[in-house]
Nanobody
């Protein structure tokens, strides 16, 4: 089970830190990622981190977003800086374990201009 949190309303240029808590599995042992879905658009990959700590980012967020793992809290966090209005959307965390895929419930990020 995945539980995402940390979303909110923020002005452009601001920052947020999203967190995805995993239960039942240790986050360091699975591949996880953050996706977002803007209104009227398809869900897209924002950032992901593998069990080997390799990271990938969408071009639109490189240099502004940082995905990390907190082993003590068993969470995957997404630090979002220099927010833009186009970052608005529901952010979902995803875990991939073999052939199984798990999604969190999403947390809403709204960036005002």
């Amino acid at each position: 089970q995945l539980q995402a949190s940390g979303g909110g309303l923020v002005q452009a240029g601001g920052f947020l830190r999203l967190s995805c808590a995993a239960s039942g599995r240790i986050v360091s042992s699975i591949n996880m990622g953050w996706y977002r879905q803007a209104p009227g658009k398809q869900r897209e990959l924002v950032a992901r981190i593998t069990s080997l700590s390799n990271t990938n980012y969408a071009d639109s967020v490189k240099g502004r977003f940082t995905i990390s793992r907190d082993n003590a809290k068993n969470t995957i966090d997404l630090q979002i800086n220099s927010l833009k209005p186009e970052d608005t959307g529901v952010y979902y965390c995803k875990a991939v374990l073999g052939a199984d895929v798990y999604w969190g419930q999403g947390t809403l990020v709204t960036v005002s201009s």
